[in-house]
C-alpha cells in the first residue's frame, strides 16, 4: 500500500477503535445497571431484619458489597444515567458512581442533596423541549465570535481578576471542554 492508503486504513481503524471504546462504557454501564436492578429483586427476597442481606450476598455473589451498593444507586437512579430514548450515557461505570454522589461540587462549589435533584429535575425538563436547537446555536455563535475577535489571554484573566467574569475558572473551562468532548465523542460514534 501506498503511504496515503496506510494512513487512510490507519484513521479508519483508530476511528473504529475510538467508537469501541465509547460502546465498551456504555455496554459496562449498561450491564452495571442490570445487576444492580438484579441485586435490588434479591435483596427484596433476602429477609431485611437481622442483617441478613450482606451476609446472603458474600455466600451467593461474587460481587463485593460495596460494589453491589454502587450497582443498586446505578439502576436506582438510572434516569439521570440514560438519555430521553433511555439508552445509557457512554460515560464509565466510575464517573457514574461519581455522578450520583449526594454531595458534587461544581466549579469549586459544593451542592447539596437538594440542589443536585433540582438539577437533575431541571436536565429531565429540558429532554422535553427543544433545547437541544437553541444549544446548537448558541454555541455555534459563540465559536463566531470567538474566530472574528479572540480575546487575548490576558484580557480574559484580568477581567476575570475584576470578577467581571463570575464563573469563569481553569477549571470551569476544563469541565466545560471535557464536557464538549464527551458530546462530541458520542456523536462521533452515532455517525452525526
Known sequence: MTPPQVL??????????????AEALQSALGHA??????????????????????????????VPARTASHYMALAKRRGVLCDENGNVLPISVSEAVEVLKPQREVSGVALSEEEMEEANSTCRSWRKLPWGQEFGRGLAEMIRMLERNPPKARYVVKAACKGNTPGLTS????EVIALLNRYADALECEGL
Not at 8 to 21: G, M, S
Not at 171 to 174: G, I, N, Q
Open 8 to 21: 487512510n486504513d490507519l484513521a479508519r481503524r483508530i476511528d473504529a477503535a475510538h467508537c469501541a471504546v
Open 171 to 174: 477549571s470551569a473551562l476544563r
Open 33 to 62: 445497571i442490570a445487576a444492580g436492578e438484579m441485586l435490588i429483586q434479591a435483596k427484596r427476597h433476602v429477609k431485611r431484619g437481622g442483617g441478613q442481606w450482606l451476609p446472603w450476598l458474600d455466600a451467593n455473589s461474587a
